[in-house]
Structure formats: C-alpha cells, structure tokens
Nanobody, 126 residues
Framework: QVQLVESGGGLVQAGGSLRLSCVAS???????????MGWFRQAPGKEREFVAT???????YHADSVKGRFTISRDNAKSTVYLQMDSLKLEDTAVYYC?????????????????WGQGTQVTVSS
C-alpha cells in the first residue's frame, strides 16, 4: 500500500507558475524509486486526463497540452514527485492528482496506476 499526499495548489494569475509536490509513503517494503509516478488533472465536468509521468530512471513523458510549460521530476531520497507548472493558462484550472504505478514503464492511462492521492486544486485566473 502506498499513500500519496499532494500539496502546492492554489490560485495564480494566467502566465504565472506553481510547483506541486506529492509525498509518498510506502508500507509494502518497496522503495519509492521503483514506482512510476504520474500527474493527472480533472476539470469540472470533464474526465480525468493525463498530464505527465516519470519512471524509476528519470525518463519522462508529458501530454502535448503541457509540453514546454510543465516539468515532472522526482527526488527519490525525499520520496517526492514534483510538477513544475509555468506559463499557466486558464484551461489549466483543475484538481491535480498524483498517482503511483508498480511497473517500471511510463504510463499515460489512468487504469495503469495503482495508487492515487486526494488531489490539490489549481485555479488560474485572468
């Protein structure tokens, strides 16, 4: 079992930046570094969508909608994954969720992930 706790959300003006953090606590004996981590988001009335993913070796993949603006990274010593969000747009407003997958592959589909956090709200204003 892995517990994920997100933080760093808030209200920001368009063009601004935020950095989300997700701290993982793993009770199964597996180390944090062995998990593939992902960020997803869900806007009101829309389905949860993929944002970015990072695997054990630091390989990353970002959705086209955020490529060049958002960057996923991880600090295995702190059991933490980050999402640096720059040049924020109104359409980035959503609840952002952190997720963990037990396989070593970069994953973009929700059902591939085994554990989820509770989410953190990001609101971009004009």
């Amino acid at each position: 079992q892995v517990q994920l706790v997100e933080s760093g959300g808030g209200l920001v003006q368009a063009g601004g930046s935020l950095r989300l953090s997700c701290v993982a606590s793993a009770a199964s004996g597996r180390t944090f570094s062995s998990y593939t981590m992902g960020w997803f988001r869900q806007a009101p009335g829309k389905e949860r969508e993929f944002v970015a993913t990072i695997n054990w070796s630091g390989g990353t993949y970002h959705a086209d909608s955020v490529k060049g603006r958002f960057t996923i990274s991880r600090d295995n010593a702190k059991s933490t994954v980050y999402l640096q969000m720059d040049s924020l747009k109104l359409e980035d407003t959503a609840v952002y969720y952190c997720a963990a997958d037990r396989t070593p592959y970069l994953q973009t589909r929700r059902y591939e992930y085994d554990y989820w956090g509770q989410g953190t709200q990001v609101t971009v204003s004009s």
